[in-house]
Each structure stands twice: as C-alpha cells, then as structure tokens.
C-alpha cells in the first residue's frame, strides 16, 4: 500500500506551516521531498508520523498512522530526523539495537537471534560494522548519521521517512545510501525523503513531492516535475533537467548563479 496523505494542515505559533496537503508516496517507491528552505518538509515528516499535532488524514497499509499507538507506528514506519538526539554514552550497537525495541517485550534486550541478525545487517549496509563497538559520541558527523540510519533500518520499516539523509555524507557516502534506498524501494519499502539534491532527486526518485511556503506545488515523476518553470517558481533559478548520455542519467544545469542573492562581501 502507498502512503496516502490528504487535507494536512499544520500551525504553529499562531502561524500555517503546512496548508491542505495532498500527495501520495507510491509503495516500493523512492519519493524525494523537495523544496526550499523553510517550505516545511522538516514539519511535514514529524507531522505525518503524529509527532506535531495536525489536521489531515495519513493512511498507510490500510491504517490511520497519525491514530496508532506509538508502539504499532514504530513496527511499521521509521523515521531518521536531521538532528536526532542519542544518549551519548551508547555503543554504535546500541544505537542500532535501539530500532529492535517496538519488537520487544518490556523487559528483553535486543539480544535474541534475530535481532542479533537484523543489527548485523543494518550495520553492514550502511557500512558501519568496523564501528560497532565504538562509542557514538567519538564518532564523525558522516558517521552518526549512518549510525541513525542503521537504527532506522533495524525496524525493518515498511515506510521508511528521511530528513536530508545525505547532509553529512561525503559524494560517495550520499550515492551510495541513495542506491541502498532504492534497493529497499525494490524489496517493498516505501521510502520518503527530504532532499536538497535536485541532481540526486532526479537521479535516485522514482517521484517527487513538491513544497513551496507550506503549500504543495508540484507531485510525480521528475522527468516532469522538474521543469525550467517549476524550478523558477519554487526556487527562483533558471535551470534545466538535461539527459547526460555519458552518465546515463539525468543532470540539473543551473544557467546563471544569481549573485544580487549570495550575501555581500565588503572585501
Ligand atoms: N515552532 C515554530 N514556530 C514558528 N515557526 C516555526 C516553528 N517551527 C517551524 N517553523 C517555521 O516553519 C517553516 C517550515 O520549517 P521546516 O523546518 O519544516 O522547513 P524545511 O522545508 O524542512 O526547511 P529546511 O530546508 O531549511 O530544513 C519555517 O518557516 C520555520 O521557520
């Protein structure tokens, strides 16, 4: 089943964050969440897992995910925020056995066979096994973020949300979570992410979700979405989505920077 959101709205503050949201992130699909800074795609995740109060309606597998418990939510979604608070003093293992608790019953640890097994897995594709025994807090910036996502994947999600995964990742890091995302996509995952990455949005997305000021401006496939006047109503640069036949792929090309918009430098 896809991931149904229909008539979300969202305030804070006295203020529309998100107003009348509808899209629908296809099962075994990468759905990239695009869109600039303060379009509200951060607000969006936490408010489709029920985290943020909202008005709206989320449906995935059949079920209202904004009503479940807390504890049925997590066996069936996970969610890997940008900041995510760990207690520091944790193992890599740790953090990662963590994603095993929805499964468990209040007074086991995650040292059964199969959560052994899935912990194993989760730190192999994210390639942080030689980390395993290291506390969090010693590691980089690149790798706690692969730690979080490791934990993320230990819940065997079947709806799996992202908030720019790849915003502490080497080029190589990025393509290489970009590709262990669709191969989740493939196994059934329905997997919905933050991304600033137009290059990789159209690289790696089956489909897009659009956001501009907390409304929708655009859902489907990127060969359609990201169009020269898409792009210049959203984010206000001249830019073509254009097909490389070397890379095999397709590639943003920006046509002008616009410096009247980079910060003034009196030197
Ligand atoms: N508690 C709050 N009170 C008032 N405004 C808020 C609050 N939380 C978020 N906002 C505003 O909501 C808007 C959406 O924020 P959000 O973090 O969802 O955007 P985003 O698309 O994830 O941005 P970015 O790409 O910069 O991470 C922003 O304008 C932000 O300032």
Redesign the pocket.
């Known amino acids: 089943m896809s991931l149904e959101v229909a008539n979300l709205s969202l305030r ?2 006295g ?1 529309t ?1 998100l107003s009348d949201i509808g899209f629908t992130a296809p099962r075994g699909q990468v759905t990239g969440l695009i ?10 995740l936490a408010a489709l897992l029920g985290f943020t109060p909202s008005s709206g309606h989320v449906r995935f597998e059949d079920q209202d995910l904004m009503a479940m418990t807390r504890r049925d939510r997590a066996r069936l979604a996970a969610f890997v925020e ?1 900041s995510a608070n760990t207690e520091e003093r944790l193992s890599v293992r740790d953090v990662v056995a963590l994603g095993r608790i929805p499964f468990q019953s209040a007074l086991a640890s995650a040292n059964g066979a199969e959560d052994q097994a899935v912990i194993a897995a989760a730190l192999a594709e994210t390639g942080m096994t030689a980390f395993t025994a290291r506390r969090f807090d010693t590691l980089s910036g690149g790798e706690q973020q692969r730690v979080h996502i490791a934990r993320a994947l230990a819940q065997t999600p079947h709806l799996l949300l992202l ?2 995964p790849t915003s502490h990742l080497d080029i190589s890091a990025q393509l290489q979570l970009l590709a262990l995302l669709r191969r989740k996509a493939m196994a059934g995952t329905t997997v919905l992410l ?1 991304l ?1 990455d137009l290059d990789l949005a159209a690289r790696f997305c089956d489909h897009l979700v659009v ?1 501009k000021a ?1 409304t929708l401006a655009a859902e489907g496939a990127p060969a359609l979405v990201l169009d020269p006047a898409l792009l210049h109503h959203v984010y206000g640069v001249r830019a073509r989505l254009l097909h490389d036949a070397f890379a095999g792929h397709s590639v943003i090309v920006y046509d002008e920077a616009i410096p009247e918009a980079l910060p003034h430098n009196p030197d």
């Open positions: 804070k503050a203020k964050i869109g600039p800074n303060g379009a509200g795609k951060s607000t969006l940008q908030d720019e933050a600033h956001l907390g």
